[in-house]
C-alpha cells in the first residue's frame, strides 16, 4: 500500500499522560499536514511541513502539542500531559503539486481517547 | 469571523434520485474550493476541485458549482447509489494556502 500510514489506529491513555502518533506519507510528497477531528466536526488544520521545514502552526495547537518531521519523510505529532478535551481522531495528510494545486492524500487517523 | 456551513443534518434519499449538497461560506475569498468524502473511521478522500472562475466542474456522476456572489458551492451526485452513502465535506483554502473544512454533511442513499 501506497498510500499515507498512520500508527497507532487507536489509542487509549489516561488523562496526564504523553502520547506520540507517527505519521508516514506518501513517499514523493514533500509536504505533510496534521489535522484534527472530533465528532460530527470537519477536520481542523493543526500544522504543515515542507519537507522538514514546520512552516504554519494553528493557534489551536497549544504548548501541550508539538510535531517533527526531522529527516523530512514520517513525521510525528506528540500531545504532552494529555487532556480529556485532547479525544479526537487525528488525521495526516500530504500534498503533490499537480501543477496547479496541492491535493492532500489523507490517512486512516489515529483515534485517541483520552480517560 | 471565516464561517463554512454545511447542513449538519443527514439528507436521506431514495437510490437513483440526484443529491444536491450545500456549502455556504462568509468572509473568504477562496481561490478554489474543494470536496470531500469520508467514510466512518477513515480519512477524507479528494473528489473535486472548482476555481473561483470556473461556474461548474463535473467528474462521472458528480456535479459541483461555484458561486462566489452567492458565497456558495452545490454539490450534486446524480443516478445516486447505496455505495455513495457517506459524509460529504467542503474545504476552502485560506490565505495561508491551508484548507479549512466545513461540518459535513452525511449522506444516505436508500435502496
Known amino acids: 500500500d501506497t498510500g499515507v500510514s498512520q500508527d497507532p489506529r487507536h489509542k487509549i491513555t489516561k488523562r496526564g499522560q504523553n502520547v506520540t502518533f507517527r505519521c508516514d506519507p506518501i513517499s514523493e510528497h514533500n509536504r505533510l499536514y496534521w489535522y484534527r477531528q472530533t465528532l460530527g466536526q470537519g477536520p481542523e488544520f493543526l500544522t504543515y511541513?515542507?519537507?522538514?521545514?514546520?512552516?504554519?502552526k494553528s493557534r489551536l495547537l497549544s504548548n501541550r502539542f508539538s510535531a517533527e518531521r526531522p529527516k523530512g519523510s514520517f513525521s510525528t505529532l506528540e500531545i504532552q500531559r494529555t487532556e480529556q478535551g485532547d479525544s479526537a481522531m487525528y488525521l495526516c495528510?500530504?500534498?503533490?503539486?499537480?501543477?496547479?494545486?496541492?491535493?492532500?492524500?489523507f490517512g486512516p487517523g489515529t483515534r485517541l481517547t483520552v480517560t | 469571523s471565516q464561517k463554512i456551513e454545511q447542513n449538519s443534518e443527514a439528507l436521506n434519499i431514495q437510490e437513483g434520485k440526484t443529491a444536491t449538497l450545500t456549502c455556504n461560506y462568509t468572509?473568504?475569498?477562496?481561490?478554489?474550493l474543494q470536496w470531500y468524502r469520508q467514510d466512518p473511521g477513515r480519512g477524507p478522500v479528494f473528489l473535486l476541485l472548482i476555481r473561483e472562475n470556473e461556474k461548474e466542474k463535473r467528474k462521472e456522476r458528480l456535479k459541483v458549482t461555484f458561486d462566489t456572489t452567492l458565497k456558495q458551492s452545490l454539490f450534486h451526485i446524480t443516478a445516486s447509489q447505496p455505495a455513495d452513502s457517506a459524509t460529504y465535506l467542503c474545504?476552502?483554502?485560506?490565505?495561508?494556502?491551508?484548507?479549512?473544512f466545513g461540518g459535513g454533511t452525511r449522506l444516505m442513499v436508500k435502496p
Open positions: 468572509n473568504y475569498s477562496p481561490a478554489y
Open positions: 495528510a500530504s500534498s503533490s503539486w499537480t501543477g496547479t494545486y496541492y491535493e492532500q492524500y
Open positions: 474545504a476552502l483554502r485560506n490565505a495561508g494556502n491551508m484548507l479549512t
Open positions: 511541513f515542507q519537507n522538514e521545514a514546520q512552516l504554519e
